[in-house]
């Protein structure tokens, strides 16, 4: 019998990375996420609360994914944040805003990274 949807909740996201360790850099150090696990040659685990962020090199999974995704975070101060990772970084950012509801940054390999105003 299918589960129905009030029953699902969220666990956690995972990416694809040509270069893993050029990914956690970019997590752990830029976005100061906790590591949780990690497998050099196929994955690196990083905590989101009681959720996941999983980063796994390409062409190690039986199961591959399209490439597009997005992950959102949210912070307090989006103002500071924006100014701790550096205006260069920063991809897109709400329009016609004095300050942004949420900016866009990439990872090392594309994938938006959308962090909102809490």
Sequence with gaps: MPTSASSLQFAGVELYFD??????????????????EEDPQHHVKLKLGDR?????????????????AVIFFEVDDLAEFAQSVGAGRV????????????IVLHDPEGHNILVLQK
């Design 19 to 36: 270069d893993l360790g050029r990914a956690k850099k970019f997590y752990c150090d830029l976005l100061r996420l906790e590591l949780d």
């Design 52 to 68: 996941f962020l999983c980063l796994e090199k390409k062409g190690v999974e039986g199961y591959p994914s399209a490439d597009k």
């Design 91 to 102: 991809v897109q950012s709400a329009p016609n805003a004095a300050t942004p509801a949420w």
